[in-house]
DNA sequence: CTCTTCGAGTTGAAGGCTCAACTTTTCGGA
DNA sequence: TCCGAAAAGTTGAGCCTTCAACTCGAAGAG
């Protein structure tokens, strides 16, 4: 017999709905971005992570997973931009399995000069359309859900630079951070 | 100057949430598919969106935008779902640039042997984390988004099998279409 | 009737992602 | 001390998607 819990007539529109707003809205962003900056978004995301943090520099691994990066997928990213000269990796003294990723002045001024355009896209794609209530109910769906797929409370992250931060106009929030944690 | 309109606190944290929240979902649902049915989301849905039309048969170009499909990667995905036995070609007769594409009985099956996975795992990630109430605001505001950015107020759909159509449980609803259709 | 334009669909190259190994180093015992 | 397990990263193959041509047929203007 069939155990499956169907999705009933209105679940069924509503998750088709979300599927289409998703489609559409990653589409432009992902566009903009290649277009304009010659970079996929989960590349901005790593250099945004990277210019967040202290000297600009983090270990891989902790890299992977505040940018929800599998340890495969920054691998061949950072091999990457290092060949566009935005990111520099340098082994590691205290644990010599590990590998520091650094961003450099390239590439903080890629990252510089790909943010207007990227936050101009987000906020015409996602901000202009919503009332500031269905703002603020996305954020609570999407919180609830983050908790939900993490099953853990927050987030698995440790020490320091707690995950969910500042992601979208990086260059204004990188550039606080570089002038506070001093360059 | 700057006349980039940046994002305020609030609105970093929820377009941080946001993407978080869409990363994990769709990475669960497309590992799930993957994994169990060996097929990519992308190949799911445009089997579902055959196994709905009359004689499970559409043109290429209407598959594509039902399918939030481009021509090109439809053109690629129907040649591996081809290979796979999964839907047939064959040139259209009224006009001889077409293409018709159906879905075959070993597709439909293993669509119908992909959809409890499926639609299970669309459940679990999603409508289990949410309350009615944040369920039907997810469904506002999709919906907002569609309209949004297809700046239409609806959707460039023609004449049959308008848009905004069943998807998840495609297996149970592509039988009743099936069945309503006719054979 | 012909020319030009547009639409349908395909193709191949380039790039990014996933998966499954694989290497090297660290760590926790026995 | 020595060994097995786990962690950090990397690598290559295979697959999917995008982009930019390109082919072929349809349609409308002159």
Avoid: K, N
């Amino acid at each position: 017999m069939d155990h499956t819990r169907w999705l009933d007539d209105d679940e069924q529109q509503t998750w088709r709905s979300f599927l289409t707003a998703h489609r559409l809205l990653f589409e432009r962003v992902e566009r903009e971005l290649q277009q304009t900056s010659r970079m996929p978004h989960a590349y901005y995301e790593i250099l945004v992570r990277l210019s967040e943090a202290p000297d600009r520099t983090l270990r891989m691994s902790r890299l992977a997973d505040t940018s929800l990066s599998s340890r495969s997928r920054l691998s061949h990213a950072v091999a990457r931009l290092e060949q566009a000269g935005w990111v520099e990796r340098s082994p590691c003294e205290d644990d010599r399995r590990g590998q520091w990723a650094h961003l450099t002045d390239a590439g903080m001024a890629a990252l510089e000069a790909a943010a207007p355009g990227h936050v101009e896209t987000v906020r015409q794609v996602l901000f202009d359309a919503l009332t500031p209530a269905q703002t603020a109910a996305l954020r609570e769906i999407s919180d609830v859900l983050v908790g939900h797929l993490t099953d853990g409370p927050v987030w698995p992250a440790a020490d320091d630079s707690a995950c969910p931060q500042a992601e979208a106009d990086a260059a204004a929030t990188a550039a606080a951070a570089a002038a506070a944690t001093g360059a």
